[in-house]
């Protein structure tokens, strides 16, 4: 059974940072490409950032690229999310998910199999 566990949200001001962590456990994790999306309220759920199995491919939504990177350490089963410049429209619960492919290219949440139960990010204007 697949587990994915995020952590590091909370409260920041606007133009502040924060690194949020996703810790997944299961048999072919390594094998798994990862992404990050977030659901603000009132708001569909929507993708932020994905990342292959390897590490070596990332991709990002338009609104947050060039302030978010995505990383993974698979000798721990962690990706991280560190978050820069941030902007009171990124408030959201930012959600892990498994991505069976590998590829770090879906976009849509249809394609993802294992999700965590997300962690709030708070901006303050």
């Known amino acids: 059974q697949v587990q994915v566990v995020e952590s590091g949200g909370g409260l920041v001001q606007a133009g502040g940072s924060l690194r949020l962590s996703c810790a997944a456990s299961g048999p072919t994790l390594t094998h798994y490409a990862m992404g990050w999306f977030r659901q603000a309220p009132g708001k569909e759920r929507e993708f932020v950032a994905a990342i292959s199995w390897s590490g070596g491919s990332t991709y990002y939504a338009d609104s947050v690229k060039g302030r978010f990177t995505i990383s993974r350490d698979n000798a721990k089963n962690t990706v991280y999310l560190q978050m820069n410049s941030l902007k009171p429209q990124d408030t959201a619960v930012y959600y892990c998910?498994?991505?069976?492919?590998?590829?770090?290219?879906?976009?849509?949440?249809?394609?993802?199999?294992?999700w965590g139960q997300g962690t709030l990010v708070t901006v303050s204007s």
């Open positions: 998910a498994t991505d069976p492919t590998g590829w770090g290219r879906a976009t849509k949440a249809r394609f993802y199999d294992y």
